[in-house]
T-cell receptor
Framework: EDQVTQSPEALRLQEGESSSLNCSYT??????LFWYRQDPGKGPEFLFT???AGEEKEKERLKATLTKKESFLHITAPKPEDSATYLC?????????????FGIGTKLQVIP | EADIYQTPRYLVIGTGKKITLECSQT?????MYWYQQDPGMELHLIHY???????EKGDLSSESTVSRIRTEHFPLTLESARPSHTSQYLC??????????FGPGTRLTVT
């Protein structure tokens, strides 16, 4: 069964303390991997799409990377406003339906 | 900036009532989706549409129904609400079927 596993489940960082979030997947026929940010009580906000191993995308303090079996979201010198749940999702080749499977997310708290 | 709207944002309703959750987008996206998300859990797809008059059930079994009469509008209806329907409902749209743009969600509580 296709699975997306995110780790850690929760992460508490001091402001300025860089770290990485992990998303590992056990799927075949990966069409794309997506990172979203979700604030409490709100819908997810799209951050990045990665299509192939070795690809990297950056946005402000965030950098996403992709290997054949996992993706990392690196957070450099985080600020309290980066506190949120970060979701990973994978899309597969599956006939006419472009199935997207979401992970549970990593809840990040950045302390001033 | 994605423009996708959901109403109501919060709804508390009694068992057995019929409810419709509204979702509209102004981006002209053909593809639209409904997800259900419980606290601390992953999003589960309950319905999707690839265009007008096209609707399909998603991975999670749901007693809800959807319609897509206009490109910008994708309402979800529960004919008879039950406490097990208590959840957050998220609507999303996409131009490509890849990155999705989400609305703010409707928090539904059935008493």
């Amino acid at each position: 069964e296709d699975q997306v596993t995110q780790s850690p489940e929760a992460l508490r960082l001091q402001e300025g303390e860089s770290s990485s979030l992990n998303c590992s997947y056990t799927v075949s026929g990966l069409r794309g991997l997506f990172w979203y940010r979700q604030d409490p009580g709100k819908g997810p906000e799209f951050l990045f799409t990665l299509y192939s191993a070795g690809e990297e995308k950056e946005k402000e303090r965030l950098k996403a990377t992709l290997t054949k079996k996992e993706s990392f979201l690196h957070i450099t010198a985080p600020k309290p406003e980066d506190s949120a749940t970060y979701l990973c999702a994978v899309q597969l080749y599956s006939g006419g339906y472009q199935k997207v499977t979401f992970g549970i997310g990593t809840k990040l708290q950045v302390i001033p | 900036e994605a423009d996708i709207y959901q109403t109501p944002r919060y709804l508390v309703i009694g068992t057995g009532k019929k409810i419709t959750l509204e979702c509209s987008q102004t981006m002209g996206h053909d593809k639209m989706y409904w997800y259900q998300q419980d606290p601390g859990m992953e999003l589960h797809l309950i319905h999707y549409s690839y265009g007008v008059n096209s609707t399909e059930k998603g991975d999670l079994s749901s007693e809800s129904t959807v319609s897509r009469i206009r490109t910008e509008h994708f309402p979800l209806t529960l004919e008879s609400a039950r406490p097990s329907h208590t959840s957050q409902y998220l609507c999303a749209s996409s131009a490509t079927g890849r990155e999705q743009y989400f609305g703010p969600g409707t928090r539904l509580t059935v008493t």
